[in-house]
């Protein structure tokens, strides 16, 4: 009989994820596949867009939903990347539902729509702890298609 792979729990122990703060989250698609969209230069040459596919544009519709659904959640910012998305979520005022919860049942709105998963089973949380750490990641999550071309995991 196979045997089970054992996941590691990336979350801090204690640490209550409901509570008012700023969250970086990274979600990649299933296999690190390109299916949200697709990277290109604008006419100068100079900076990079992320143009939507159709499944991207599903991602893009419900992200923009949380903040219907929790009133208490700001979508700050965020990229759609070809096999990943970087947000920034804002908790205003602490709430019933976690970071893993909110991105839980958006990763499960987009698969209903789309009809298959398209996601990895985890995601990446960080949280921001300081006015310096936020400008830092906001600059990064505006910079990522620049930086596209040096992306480990690009196909």
Do not use: A
Request: aromatic share 10%; net charge positive; with cysteine.
């Amino acid at each position: 009989m196979k045997e089970l792979i054992t996941r590691k729990n990336i979350r801090l122990k204690q640490y209550d994820y409901s509570q008012n703060g700023y969250y970086f989250i990274t979600i990649c698609t299933k296999d690190r596949e390109c299916i949200l969209s697709k990277i290109e230069r604008n006419c100068r040459g100079v900076h990079c867009s992320s143009v939507l596919s159709e499944q991207g544009k599903i991602v893009e519709k419900c992200l923009k939903k949380i903040e219907d659904i929790y009133p208490n959640i700001t979508l700050d910012e965020y990229i759609i990347m070809p096999n990943h998305i970087h947000i920034i979520l804002i908790i205003n005022q602490k709430q019933m539902n976690t970071i893993s919860k909110i991105i839980q049942q958006f990763k499960g709105k987009v698969t209903k729509i789309i009809r298959y998963s398209i996601w990895q089973k985890l995601f990446y949380e960080h949280i921001i702890r300081n006015e310096k750490e936020y400008w830092t990641i906001k600059e990064y999550i505006k910079s990522n298609p620049d930086n596209w071309e040096n992306d480990t995991y690009r196909q």
